[in-house]
């Protein structure tokens, strides 16, 4: 669990559901005039097949640590309040919910749109994985925000195989990518798809 600045960040082990009510009651407060959540649940079908459960993992420091910069982040893109978010580890059943956030602003522009940017965000970059359990077998899956994220890192690999970072910093003459200036390596197709 992580907590500062108004904001509540929690990975639950397995078999812990998401007490939604929690995390409502944790963002809301009088000087809000909006409070605005998503709540991920497992459906019963994907592209035809039974779905049973989905299961999760993650590296926990990391995905806490991720989760605190896209929250910074959404603090500086909108004037919140508030914010809360949840997600589960191991098997979640249909129709339970996986991942939830709640976000309070005095506005309800400000609280909707930083919901959407939060879970996009979740979905692209923190490190918890996600595999699909049908009645004829399981996969794992890469979501379509981690592929796109994946494919703009791609698109702007230098010549010694290495991207720049991303991270804003707030003087743009420390880099002229606008980034920390730490550039990290994508591994090949080949090696990614061998773990």
Do not use: Q
Request: proline share 3%; glycine share 6%; aromatic share 6%.
């Amino acid at each position: 669990m992580a907590e500062d600045e108004n904001t509540l960040i929690e990975i639950l082990e397995e078999h812990n559901p998401i007490d939604i009510v929690k995390y409502i009651n944790s963002v809301s407060a009088p000087e809000a005039g909006a409070v605005a959540t998503f709540s991920g649940t497992t459906r019963d079908t994907f592209d035809g097949k039974t779905v049973l459960e989905l299961k999760y993992e993650a590296y926990v420091p990391m995905a806490i640590r991720c989760l605190k910069s896209i929250c910074s982040s959404s603090r500086s893109k909108w004037n919140l309040k508030s914010i809360a978010v949840a997600h589960r580890l191991g098997p979640v059943p249909v129709g339970e919910t996986s991942v939830f956030i709640a976000i309070s602003a005095v506005h309800r522009t400000d609280a909707l749109d930083a919901c959407k940017f939060l879970i996009d965000e979740i979905k692209a970059s923190v490190p918890i994985w996600k595999k699909e359990v049908y009645t004829n077998g399981e996969v794992w899956k890469e979501n379509s925000e981690f592929l796109e994220r994946r494919l703009e890192l791609e698109n702007t690999l230098e010549d010694d195989g290495k991207v720049w970072c991303g991270k804003k910093v707030n003087d743009d003459s420390h880099s002229s990518r606008g980034c920390c200036g730490h550039k990290i390596k994508i591994e090949d197709e080949a090696a990614t798809n061998s773990r």
